[in-house]
């Protein structure tokens, strides 16, 4: 029987956690959400055709799995009503029975987005690349407890005194620091009603619901947003998300926190991409930028931003492979280098005329320059590999050559988009 399970970024994020979920969560009963918001997208491609879920779990599309949006997401009700239409649009089915809510799972009000713009329009030049979705102002609010749990709107009354309140105190926020007019407190109710109550069905005590899932021994997926290097605590702060983006808040943020996946699998993309600001050190420019962005599709799944990209970078991966305490990775795209006559990858960092291995500290990024080597290509398509042995040697000499480098069994080679573009390694393929 599968063990529970995390699946997590190990980069900067985008690196196919969600066709990584929707290829294994048919081993799984339920999949969770337990972190982030609708700032940052999976694309998944499958029977039912091309999806970028940003708050929904990847396993709505599987009969009989059971998708919970944990305590520690933040819960955008316009982005989760837009987002369950869409797929309900595709014949999908999303009914209380298949999705359920925390209700203790924090409000993002329309004010975050609008602080949100506010906030960047103040930085100017020194902006940080923010996807404007209100992500940072929303946590900022709940860990000053400034918000409002979901379970909170069954009790109305109470919970719009509570409201009102905290409108109260974001308006002297908007009308004294960013002279800017005061969100209309009259919108609110209509807000709610058109919005936020809607998906009342859907919200229970999703902690009490995976309690009782454990104790009937149905297997647990924890899915991820971003990556490693996003992470609030240990990410590139301050170009990093507001939210803990690593395994190890899976239980938490999910509302099981006395459990312990075994099972961390990192997803790793067979090169590097970036959206939005701060240090990137393994970074290409130019044509040869313009051709792997061109060849991976790298263009953002909630903004549509061309990504910046690079090659493979060993020294980040390395990191994010030990903060995520990965048992196994996921390498994806491996198909897109196929147009390349040498592989590149990023082996070290030069900084202060130091070579080092060791991935550096947040404000030191900036001064680290790559140094980069390169592997033999396979130049041939490799999208129809389905075994270990489909795949030409000089591309399984790289994907060995890469679990030696970052330390972790690489399970899954992705080849394509689509759920069976993939090689599962075996044992006897190690
Ligand atoms: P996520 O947020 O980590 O799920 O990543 P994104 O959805 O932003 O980016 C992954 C993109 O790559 C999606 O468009 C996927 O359909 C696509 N993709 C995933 N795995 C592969 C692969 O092995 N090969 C190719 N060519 N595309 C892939």
Redesign the pocket.
Known sequence: MEKDCVIV?IDW???????MVDLITSDYDVVVRYQGGGN????V?NAYGKFALHLLPSGIFRKGVVNVLGNGVALDPENLLAEIETVRAKGIEVTPENLKISDRASILFPWHRKQDELEEARLKDKKFGSTKQGIAPFYSDKYQKKTVMFGELFREEKAKAHIKDILEWKNLLFTGMYGAEPYPSEEIDLWLETYAKKLLPFVCDTGAFLKAAKKDGKRILFEAQLGALRDLDFGIYPYTTSSTTLAAYAPIGAGLPSLHPERVIG?VKAYSTCVGEGPFVCEWFGEDADKLREAG?EYG?KTGRPRRVGPLDLVATRYGVEEQGATEIAL?????LSYMDKIPVVTAYEAEGNVTKAFPFPSMLDEARPVTEYVKGWKMDISKARKWSDLPKEARDYVLYVEREIGCFIKYV????ERE?VVIRTEKDR
């Open positions: 970024g994020g985008d690196e196919g956690k969600g066709r940052a997208g999976h694309t491609i997803v599709g799944a994806t795209k491996l198909d897109v992705s080849v394509g988009p573009s």
